[in-house]
């Protein structure tokens, strides 16, 4: 499935979505706050310690998703190396960590249909400016139904251009990519149109 | 009406697949995925309305926690990530974009989604972009404008491939290109 998820079940998915969302926002805004190094590396470790005690899938997994921050935290570390002011950028590290676990793990402990419901609430009230909520509704799962679709149909174009000219495909197949999504379009249009899904 | 909707959804599920292909690297060692390009394509080819809106989908649904974004980030961190405000100037990318494309009608479009792309993909999106990597990373405006800079030469030539993709879409299937339709 296409969804940010812990590999385990854990009691955090029985906590209510909206205040898992409201506790994030708080403690994101208070993080900033926080200019001591050792408090913020206190509160790190405790995070990751927390998440330990999840379980060892989940503290794995976890640490796994902080992966594509490296580059950044390369770039900070020769900065400040260069600079010469080590404790700044120890602070400003940990900080990302922190804040980015954090948000992992209301991510990963919570249904996708969860946020998608706080979401149709929130843009209810767009309805009575004569926005068409069904729209949106419709087009949120045509994306997540057509986007492993889409990279199948990648993934075939490129195999058929790498038989044909034994090269790398790389910006070439995006013409095809795009002109088979223009049919796609034209089909699912066409079946949205003929079973009248729009009509309010 | 369902044509346009339709077209939206799939240039948003266009922006995931673009970001999940594999990277090029750069002389200078820095990975680029042909995402951002998506976002570009977005402008170009469905317009500034329906451009942006394939482009909040997009971001939506990856906050939501959909690993869609380049590199396979996705969730609520991702408003956390040095790359805040190159996310959040995304849809202002698109838009822009789109904007130039549409209003330059009396040059050929290969020009006119060539600048939109320059000016909306890369000036506007960088802006927020650089705003946002100072505040994360804790650097004056101009030394994050130096680590963006680092990016500079591949959205240059994002921007000349979408220019040419634009191109080459209009003249195969001129009424899909909403930016000129």
């Not at chain 1, 843009?123 to 004569?130: A, E, F, K, Q």
């Not at chain 1, 069904?134 to 139904?145: C, E, G, H, N, T």
């Not at chain 2, 030394?143 to 591949?154: C, D, F, N, Q, R």
Request: glycine content about 8%; aromatic content about 8%; hydrophobic content about 55%.
């Amino acid at each position: 499935m296409l969804a940010l998820r812990f590999p385990q079940h854990t009691w955090l998915e029985k906590i209510p979505a909206s205040m898992k969302l409201v506790l994030l926002a708080t403690a994101t805004s208070g993080i900033f706050f926080v200019e001591t190094l050792s408090i913020m590396v206190l509160l790190l470790v405790t995070t990751i310690a927390f998440q330990f005690l999840l379980g060892w899938q989940i503290f794995k997994f976890s640490l796994g998703l902080l992966k594509p921050l490296l580059p950044f935290i390369a770039i900070i570390v020769i900065w400040h190396l260069y600079s010469g002011d080590l404790g700044y950028g120890a602070l400003i590290i940990s900080r990302l960590l922190l804040i980015v676990t954090l948000a992992n793990i209301v991510t990963c402990s919570t249904k996708t249909s969860e946020i998608s419901e706080i979401i149709e609430k929130i843009i209810s009230p767009m309805r009575l400016v004569n926005i068409n909520t069904k729209a949106i509704s419709l087009s949120v799962l045509i994306f997540i139904r057509f986007t492993p679709i889409v990279l199948e149909r990648q993934k075939i174009l490129q195999l058929a251009y790498k038989c044909r000219s034994g090269k790398r495909p790389s910006w070439q197949i995006i013409v095809p990519l795009i002109l088979s999504i223009m049919d796609d379009a034209d089909h699912v249009a066409q079946a949205l149109k003929s079973r009248s899904t729009l009509r309010e | 009406m369902e044509k346009k909707i339709v077209l939206v959804s799939l240039f948003a599920a266009l922006i995931a697949v673009l970001g999940l292909a594999p990277k090029v690297m750069l002389a200078s060692g820095v990975p680029i995925t042909a995402q951002s390009m998506g976002i570009m394509l977005c402008g170009t080819v469905l317009g500034a309305k329906r451009g942006t809106l394939a482009v909040l989908l997009f971001i939506t649904l990856t906050a939501l926690g959909l690993p869609l974004l380049s590199g396979g980030r996705g969730g609520l961190g991702i408003f956390a990530s040095p790359s805040v405000g190159f996310i959040v100037g995304f849809p202002l990318a698109a838009y822009v974009a789109g904007l130039i494309t549409t209003k330059l009608k009396m040059v050929k479009i290969f020009y006119s989604s060539l600048l939109g792309a320059i000016i909306g993909g890369i000036f506007v999106l960088y802006i927020p972009g650089i705003i946002g990597m100072s505040i994360i990373l804790g650097k004056s405006i101009s030394e994050a404008t130096v680590i963006a800079l680092i990016y500079l030469p591949g959205d240059l030539i994002k921007a000349f491939l979408c220019a040419t993709l634009t191109q080459t879409l209009f003249k195969l299937r001129p009424a899909d290109v909403l930016s000129r339709s």
